[in-house]
């Protein structure tokens, strides 16, 4: 079964048995060795920078957001 499959059949899943779900997967992350915390935060990063490239966006320079972020919370 792929995990678009399982994906799937979990979301058949009353919403009590999907939070019991989740809750047991989140704390399994939780007892992640350094190197497979490691191992996640790598694969993370490198399908966020694929996903950025095929975005074809261009960001917005640091000073820009901060700036910005100020103005909202002031």
Known sequence: MSIDELEAEV???GPQARARLAQRLLASLESLS???????????AERRDVSW????ETGRPATDVFRDARARFS
């Open 34 to 44: 350094d190197d497979e915390n490691d191992q996640v935060w790598a694969e993370e």
């Open 11 to 13: 979301l058949k899943l």
């Open 53 to 56: 490239d095929a975005s074809g």
